[in-house]
């Protein structure tokens, strides 16, 4: 099973790194995009060199926040900053963590 596949599986259609409910229709032309739209994050930075299939849908505003960054260093600022997502991104983190470990095994 894929990453993204696993996510969704667990979390639906809320955001896992901050519980809100995703919309999934395109923002209107011209418009700036709602902080509740739903796009691709990738656990660690594409642009760094780190592998596109490992994405999980994430709310635009948590993607735009973690930026290049990989979700174990995002949950690192976030538990240093003492954000309220801390804690779900740090579980989201082990979540990547434990689905490459049972990938292995397998």
Do not use: Y
Not at 23 to 37: D, L
């Amino acid at each position: 099973m894929r990453l993204h596949e696993a996510a969704e599986r667990k979390w639906r259609n809320r955001c896992p790194c901050c519980d809100r409910v995703m919309s999934q229709h395109p923002p209107k032309k011209g418009r700036p995009t709602p902080s509740t739209h739903k796009t691709r994050g990738h656990v660690a930075s594409v642009a760094r060199g780190n592998d596109p299939r490992h994405w999980f849908w994430q709310c635009h505003k948590c993607n735009n926040e973690m930026g290049w960054l990989s979700i174990s260093a995002w949950a690192r600022m976030l538990i240093l900053a003492n954000d309220p997502r801390a804690e779900l991104v740090a579980a989201m983190a082990q979540f990547f963590h434990d689905w490459r470990r049972g990938r292995r095994a397998a």
